[in-house]
């Protein structure tokens, strides 16, 4: 899949859009989703043009994936899901059902959250 920069996530990096943030450092933004499916939801996002985990694997730098990484931790703790447990999820191409063509990261939390996988849509 090509990175489109008209794509809702690189919208709101350029401030176009709003969105309710959560965390920001120099390399990874994180803000709740639009449409939460638990409690806690919130989408963690590389600030460079990157669509999937293999395209930031194979192209983001050292620092950006570190970053990532650090953000997606810092989130859970900040909005304190340690303790009762939380999932982490990326969808990526069309069996993984990803609708925003921008890497994210969700974090679920907030409730259990039931089985790892759903039925596929028939
Ligand atoms: P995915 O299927 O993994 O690509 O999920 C995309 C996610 O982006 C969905 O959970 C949407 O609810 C969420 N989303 C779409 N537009 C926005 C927005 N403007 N602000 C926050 N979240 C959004």
Redesign the pocket.
């Known amino acids: 899949m090509a990175y489109d920069d008209n794509n ?1 996530f690189a919208k ?1 990096l350029r401030g176009e ?1 709003p ?1 309710k943030k959560v965390y920001e450092d120099e390399h990874t933004l994180a ?5 939460p499916q638990a409690p806690v939801h919130v ?1 963690v996002i590389p600030k460079g043009a990157y669509v999937s985990m293999d395209d930031f694997s194979a192209k983001a730098s050292a620092t950006e994936q570190a970053a990532f990484v650090r953000a997606i931790g810092q989130v859970a703790l900040q909005l304190g899901i340690v303790d009762s447990g939380y999932r982490v999820l990326a ?1 990526h191409g069309r069996d993984g ?4 063509p921008h890497l ?1 990261m ?1 974090v679920f939390g907030g409730r259990d959250l039931g089985p790892m996988i759903g039925r596929p849509r028939s």
């Open positions: 809702i709101i859009i969105c803000f709740h989703d639009i449409n989408l969808n059902h990803q609708e925003v994210h969700h």
